[in-house]
């Protein structure tokens, strides 16, 4: 661009050319101080109609505050408004019941950044929020007392991953009334299930429905016991760390019991005859029973837990602040509430469903039958012990009948001995037996004639077939004898065996209750025997 010389005597404001380039160059440059017009889109959110203002605020400290006008429900409008440098704008409403809307506000660093956009302002009335907010602590003291909710706390939490509950739980491989023997420090089963007979049933005992709501501070630190902390800190971490969490809590829960029938008792089990061989296999696991009475147990499966139906509901809410974005609130799902805690949003008015289970047995219980079979096997010793010696004593008995009819085939002199004959198969013909050979001797053997004559030779003939038969009847006596002798001793370890009491019977595991069985909760993880 050509310019003329300077005059000294003409001034740079003066002249017409220099005025025409200042114009020229303020036209050119670019707006660094203000930010003129900028455009503002605003939409009353309510339902009802609001008088919309503005204020902007100096770095000063002095404001304006100006009204945009009337805006009726969903209505919504562009509106320029200058914002200059160090300056900050604060958007609200109000309804005709001096209800005022969450105040929205933008700095000039912020709209200068942005300034080639359309800024979207939502005047929002925020809902009004009875519930009062808890601390974590205060929830889990709701959730103790709440009647079926605390068993979430009682969960355990090195058997729990991510909150699914147990897959084998008893509900799902032992119906009530089975049988299990359990290794308690393998915490495995020594022998597959029995599962009931026919003539146990079972009932519905109790059943129970709670429910729980709660707005929950998620920054105060769990102060409750370790599986409270646990429960908690885990549905919190669902949420991703937000500040505050709505939480719904439903539950119901039944308690299912073992009943038998009207003409059966819980101590009738054990004599049922279904039961006998799964007993006799227990039996047979037991070696030492002094040593291996505190190992292992038989639980009687007696009743259930059950959560029928459990949901847990949950909802976030973050705060609403300067740098919220402010889009979301044209999702029909936003929700803004003012609480005590301050202004908080969530992104979806709906409570989303955090966990759900139904028909879960949280707690199985048992009767405990492990005193009754460690008793029933000394007992089952005992008896095996008397069935051999009487065996052995009927054996005893049958080998000196026999013995007996040796002595008749083989006595040396019937006309001197005349010997009564007995049937073997008659049990009650020992005593006569007995009593007979007390009374009898072994005979004398005779001598043979030395000389050589005709009439001693014949003579010798009928010595030796005697002496035969002597040594036979004699060896056939001293045998049954011997036997009676075994006898009398059998018959007295008999006596003493039946006389005699079990020593140191194993308790039954109640102190309240002495002579009962006594009810303990079971592990859930027992294993199966492979």
Known sequence: MYLPAENPGVTKTSNPVYLLIALLLLTLLPRGA?????????????????????????????????????????????????????????????????????????????????????????????????????????LSLQLQNNKVLNFLLKMDSTAVSGFTLLENNFQNVYPLGTFIFVDTKTNRLLLPPLEPSFWNSNENYLTIQDSLYALVNTKHEVQAGAQVAYFLGKLCDNFSNANTVEL????????????????????QVFDDKAVKSFIQRCYAQIDNPDQEYQRYRLYFLCSYERIDDLEVYGKQYHNFGNQTDLSISSNPGFQLISSNLGLLYAKDRTLSNYYSVQNAVMRTKAYDFTSLLFNGFKNNTKNNIINDTYAHEHQLESSILGEYQNLISYNPNPAALSLAKLSRADSSAILPVVTTVANLSPYNYQLTDTAKTTV???????????????????????????????????????????????DNPYPF????????????????????KD
């Open 34 to 138: 203000k930010a003129d017009g900028i455009k503002f889109k605003i939409k009353n959110t309510s339902k009802n109609a609001l008088t919309v203002f503005y204020r902007v605020s100096k770095r000063s400290g002095n404001f304006k505050v100006k009204s945009l006008g009337r805006f009726k429900a969903d209505e919504e409008d562009i509106r320029r408004i200058t914002v200059s440098k160090g300056d900050t704008i604060a958007f609200y409403g109000q309804d005709q019941q001096d209800q005022t809307s969450a105040i929205v506000k933008r700095d000039y660093q912020y709209l200068d950044q942005h300034k080639d956009q359309l800024f979207y302002i939502p005047v929002l009335i925020p809902e009004k929020q009875s519930a009062s907010f808890e601390s974590l602590q205060n």
């Open 248 to 267: 719904d809590f439903k539950g119901k829960l039944s308690l299912l019991r073992w009943k038998p029938t009207p003409t059966a008792n819980i101590y």
């Open 456 to 502: 001693a030779l014949a003579k010798n003939d009928q010595v030796t077939a005697y002496n035969t038969k002597v040594k036979i009847y004699n060896a056939h006596l001293s045998s049954i004898d011997n036997l009676i002798k075994q006898l009398n001793q059998v018959d007295t370890d008999l006596d003493k065996i039946t006389r005699a009491k079990s």
């Open 509 to 528: 595991n109640s102190k309240s209750n002495p002579g009962l069985l006594n009810e303990i909760e079971v592990n859930n993880s027992i294993v199966r």
